[in-house]
């Protein structure tokens, strides 16, 4: 019963939200409330991927998210509605997520010390933190089982037999779980192959 009461609390925590219909990104573009608040659903978990690769601390890409929110609010109007979003909302997030960096360097530090990195100009460059986007978008359309597997095994490194213990599940079926994410997920980035292929060379 533990595990069973485990399992349905893991997979209510991760349950996705569908991707974004045109009348949702129109609706978002005029300033309708209920549309920002599925775009901040839907996009919020790769939006904190990329914060979060930017200045390297959790609460301080949380707050860049906020701030990219806010900025993404009031600038909808400028969103082409036929376009896809996620561009849109990468390039404020990072902007957001420099800017946060900054901000705290100027209050911790008067003289800041030479050398020190600035994410603009150091940090991941945009192909990385675009790539750390699409993975990130790539979980969350993994459906839940799936998911929750990947997550154990590559987020907090648990082997088959723990994540089997975890969910409550036969090893057997977090082998087969965890094949199927990997198809899924090699079908979902494959367009990030041509492009790692090049930078590789």
């Known amino acids: 019963m533990a595990n069973s ?3 349905s609390r893991l997979e209510v925590a991760v349950v996705p939200e569908p991707a974004l219909d045109p009348d949702t990104l129109r609706r978002f573009a005029a300033g309708d409330e209920s549309a920002f608040s599925a775009v901040y659903r839907r996009y919020a978990r ?4 990329v914060a979060l690769q930017v200045v390297g601390r959790p609460e301080l890409a949380a707050d860049a998210v906020q701030q990219a929110f806010v900025q993404a609010w009031r600038a909808a109007p400028s969103y082409a509605a036929e376009s896809d979003i996620a561009p849109w909302l990468f390039t404020i997030t990072r902007r957001a997520a420099i800017d946060a960096w ?10 800041p010390p030479e050398g020190l990195a600035d994410p603009a100009t150091d940090g991941p460059s945009l ?4 790539e750390a986007w699409q993975i990130r978008k790539a979980l969350d359309e993994l459906p839940v089982d799936e998911r929750a597997v990947v997550r154990l095994a590559y987020v907090e490194g648990l082997t088959h037999s723990e994540t089997a213990d975890r969910l409550g599940i036969p090893i057997g079926t977090v082998k087969s779980r965890t094949y199927r994410a990997y198809r899924r997920l090699s079908e979902l980035l494959a367009h990030l192959a041509p492009y790692n292929n090049e930078r590789g060379r």
Not at 127 to 130: G, K, L, N, V
């Open 102 to 111: 900054r901000k705290e360097r100027r209050h911790a530090v008067v003289d």
């Open 46 to 49: 790769p939006m904190f991927t």
């Open 127 to 130: 192909e990385r933190s675009w």
């Open 5 to 7: 009461a485990g399992r």
